[in-house]
């Protein structure tokens, strides 16, 4: 191993993205605290990753709860006595015209996708800047970077992500290291959440090129990997085959 192990808390390590990052994490050596509302998901996880000689524990976490956020990296710290990075990645993507007023699945998303961010930062930022470092990778879009039909309130809940980790780079530069990993599609239970059938239609042919969780979780491992100096703030991964 080339780099020091570390305390990695993620969220929404359930299913896809967070669950792919844990696996990799834990691979490397580092030791993970996983979080997302589906615990049998997460034991079966850290079953698995422990019978592989790596170290995981779960606790079940609601980002949109601030307390529960708080607790959830409380329960990191007790744990392990520490934690040096926070993998915000639990969100949720019900994509839908705005013409449909599908008024709630906006503020599911805006709630997960934005106030989980947050509530993530807030729970652990006091206690890296006690402890003299840490690193938060939040897990963003290409929808952070561009718009699309069906996707205005997705991809602004994303722009949102992107602004506050740039935020956050800026006023906490010395100490805290913030990653934006952006990834383009890939596979994981994402559009499973889609009720909108227009919505849903678009999100087949889009889909076809998907990339394998663990690919993103490549991207976080080399971010999480580099020495203190070294922070990687942006990170885009997309399908070769993918345009947009
Ligand atoms: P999945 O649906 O497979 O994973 C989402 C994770 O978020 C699950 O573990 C889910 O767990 C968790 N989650 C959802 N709501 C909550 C909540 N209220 N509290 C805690 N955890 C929650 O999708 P992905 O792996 O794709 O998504 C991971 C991230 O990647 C998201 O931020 C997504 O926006 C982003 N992304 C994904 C892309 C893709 O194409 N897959 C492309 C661009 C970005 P549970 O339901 O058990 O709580």
Same mark, same amino acid.
């Given at each position: 191993m080339t780099h020091a192990a570390k305390v990695v808390a993620v969220t929404g %390590? $359930? $299913?896809?993205?967070g669950e792919a990052t844990a696996r990799r994490l834990a691979a490397d050596g580092h030791r993970l605290f996983l979080?997302? +509302? +589906?615990?049998? +998901?997460?034991e079966?996880?850290? /079953?698995?990753? =422990? =019978? %592989?000689d790596g170290t995981a524990a779960f606790r079940r976490l609601d980002v949109t709860d601030a307390a @529960?956020?708080? @607790? *959830?990296v409380s329960a990191a710290r007790e744990r392990?006595? +520490?934690v040096d990075v926070v993998v915000n990645n639990a969100g949720v993507m019900p994509l839908s015209p705005l013409e449909a007023l599908r008024v709630d699945e906006w503020n599911r998303m805006i709630d997960v996708n934005v106030r989980g961010v947050?509530?993530?930062i807030a729970a652990a930022l006091p206690s890296m800047r006690a402890q003299g470092g840490g690193h938060f990778v939040n897990i963003a879009s290409v929808g952070a970077y561009e718009v699309s039909p069906t996707a205005a309130v997705y991809c602004a809940t /994303? *722009?949102?992500?992107r602004a506050i980790s740039e935020g956050l780079r800026q006023e906490s530069a010395g100490d805290i290291r913030v990653t934006l990993v952006s990834p383009g599609v890939t596979e994981s239970e994402l559009a499973d959440?889609?009720? @909108?059938?227009?919505a849903g239609e678009a999100m087949k042919t889009y889909r076809a090129v998907a990339l394998p969780a663990a690919a993103i979780a490549e991207a976080i491992a080399y971010a999480v990997s580099q020495p203190p100096q070294v922070d990687v703030n942006e990170i885009v991964v997309r399908p070769a085959a993918s345009a947009q």
């Open positions: %390590a $359930s $299913s896809g993205i979080g997302a +509302r +589906r615990a049998e +998901r997460l079966a996880l850290v /079953k698995e990753i =422990t =019978t %592989a @529960d956020v708080r @607790d *959830f392990y006595g +520490r947050l509530n993530g /994303k *722009f949102a992500v959440g889609i009720s @909108d059938p227009v």
